[in-house]
T-cell receptor
Framework: AQSVTQLGSHVSVSEGALVLLRCNYS??????LFWYVQYPNQGLQLLLK??????LVKGINGFEAEFKKSETSFHLTKPSAHMSDAAEYFC???????????FGTGTRLKVLA | EPEVTQTPSHQVTQMGQEVILRCVPI?????FYWYRQILGQKVEFLVS????????KSEIFDDQFSVERPDGSNFTLKIRSTKLEDSAMYFC?????????????FGPGTRLTVT
């Protein structure tokens, strides 16, 4: 069965520093991959998605992620963290032919002034 | 911008009671979903719904759960006899069409606390 692993339940970075949130999936067949962000008391908002087009995907708020088949990874990055990036980030995967998402456990990002 | 809404934001109920969680999906969307997140655990898929019937469900979605689209705008999740382990955040989502590549739009969630 498909699974998603997010390393680091909590990540702290200084404002202006690089943000790197890790996501690995288990499927041997490239799936569809998503990153969602959840701000306090809000729903899950789509940051970006990979659907077998370009391996480097750009999303909203300056985030991007690179699909690496050889590493079964889809890590999320942002060159320079902003205080407003503090939130919980979820990686999700969906296989062809199914409607459901499989989520990782989430990573809570803290941005230090 | 259209968004998925959910009510209530927080529901407290006693074990054995029935609860109904409500969602209003985005108006032109056709596919609807429920997920839940037990505190400290992963967001888990419960069920997907299309054309007034369940299209897929997980092992979690047993006979005590049901879904309904009663009036063309609301999408509800009913838990017939709540258990302590049903305490979780429940998320509703919708998407404009099927297919794994189409993103799902999530609501803010309903926190269910069973005492």
């Amino acid at each position: 069965a498909q699974s998603v692993t997010q390393l680091g339940s909590h990540v702290s970075v200084s404002e202006g520093a690089l943000v790197l949130l890790r996501c690995n999936y288990s499927s041997s067949v490239p799936p569809y991959l998503f990153w969602y962000v959840q701000y306090p008391n809000q729903g899950l908002q789509l940051l970006l998605k990979y659907t077998s087009a370009a391996t480097l995907v750009k999303g909203i708020n300056g985030f991007e992620a690179e699909f690496k088949k050889s590493e079964t990874s889809f890590h999320l990055t942002k060159p320079s963290a902003h205080m407003s990036d503090a939130a919980e980030y979820f990686c999700a995967v969906s296989d062809e032919g199914t409607y459901k998402y499989i989520f990782g456990t989430g990573t809570r990002l803290k941005v230090l002034a | 911008e259209p968004e998925v809404t959910q009510t209530p934001s927080h529901q407290v109920t006693q074990m054995g009671q029935e609860v109904i969680l409500r969602c209003v999906p985005i108006s032109n969307h056709l596919y609807f979903y429920w997920y839940r997140q037990i505190l400290g655990q992963k967001v888990e898929f419960l069920v997907s719904f299309y054309n007034n019937e369940i299209s897929e469900k997980s092992e979690i979605f047993d006979d005590q759960f049901s879904v309904e689209r009663p009036d063309g705008s609301n999408f509800t999740l009913k838990i017939r006899s709540t258990k302590l382990e049903d305490s979780a955040m429940y998320f509703c989502a919708s998407s404009p069409t099927s297919g794994s590549s189409y993103e799902q739009y999530f609501g803010p969630g309903t926190r269910l606390t069973v005492t």
